[in-house]
Nanobody, 125 residues
């Protein structure tokens, strides 16, 4: 059975850090691009990163560039999102997904096949 399990969410104060994990089972994570997105209450889903396998690059949204780092552990079959300098506007439910992504004309396009359930991040000021 194909599964993605996101974990690691929690409550932090502004300026703090959290690391989210996305454990994959039933398939090889390294065969797909891994994307992270988030959705705050009342807002649309925001894509924040995608680690493309076609060009071996990770793309970040402007809102998290320089603060968040996506990575993957091949042996663990797990993806990670290291989040530093968290701000109240980063509070959201965070999701991981796998599929494909590509940068075309300065825009990242996403085509995700599998989704994990979200993990909640709250940031207090």
């Amino acid at each position: 059975e194909v599964q993605l399990q996101a974990s690691g969410g929690g409550s932090v104060q502004a300026g703090g850090s959290l690391t989210l994990s996305c454990a994959a089972s039933g398939f090889r994570l390294a065969s797909y691009a891994v994307a992270w997105s988030r959705q705050a209450p009342g807002k649309e889903r925001e894509w924040i990163s995608c680690s493309s396998i076609s060009d071996a690059k990770t793309y970040y949204s402007d809102s998290v560039e320089g603060r968040f780092t996506a990575s993957s552990g091949i042996s663990e079959n797990t993806a990670y999102l290291q989040m530093n300098l968290l701000q109240p506007e980063d509070a959201a439910v965070y999701y991981c997904a796998v599929g494909q992504c590509a940068l075309v004309a300065n825009t990242v396009y996403y085509d995700m096949y599998y989704w994990g359930k979200g993990t909640l991040v709250t940031v207090s000021s």
